[in-house]
């Protein structure tokens, strides 16, 4: 245990809310969570917001220049912490796609936006309906399709009961 009292930081049983997915900037300036309704799988609520909590001041405030009127939920920084993406549904209601945006260092938000492609929503629609859990990574991703599928359908696998 460190220290001996909770202090509550932001209470949204009083604001009829949910706080899930807290996630600190890396230069620990900030936090951004998830708010909603009720539960913790925000994806699924049209009205889930991002907040942004700055730790400097102690205010939190929703993140109205990301938000938009449909779902917007799981969130990361870059490592620099200037950086952020999200998933959001505002383009159909129905699909999470990632979403980025520039944090300057005084909290100041900039506009979200797609990263740029010849046809974004034809690029998002062919490859993947949903990108659920955005992450910023330094290196490439190493994945071998082939021995993946191999070992899925292994006869080795534990069963499930």
Do not use: C
Not at 40 to 58: K, M, Q, R, V
Not at 96 to 112: E, L, M, Q
């Amino acid at each position: 245990m460190v220290g001996d009292s909770v202090e509550t930081i932001i209470d949204a049983a009083t604001m009829g809310k949910s706080i899930s997915y807290p996630r600190p900037s890396y230069d620990g300036r900030f936090v951004v969570f998830t708010m909603s309704d009720f539960g913790t799988f925000s994806i699924w609520h049209h009205e889930a917001d991002l907040w942004i909590l700055d730790l400097a001041t102690g205010e939190s405030r929703p993140l109205t220049e990301l938000n938009s009127d449909d779902t917007e939920s799981y969130h990361s920084f870059s490592s620099n912490s200037r950086w952020m993406v999200f998933s959001s549904r505002r383009d159909d209601g129905q699909f999470t796609r990632p979403y980025f945006s520039h944090i300057a260092a005084d909290g100041t938000v900039g506009k979200p936006f797609m990263l740029p492609q010849r046809d974004p929503m034809k690029f998002y629609a062919e490859r993947f309906l949903s990108y659920n859990v955005p992450e910023f990574v330094t290196g490439p991703v190493r994945f071998n399709s082939v021995k993946a599928r191999k070992l899925i359908h292994s006869k080795s696998r534990t069963p499930f009961k």
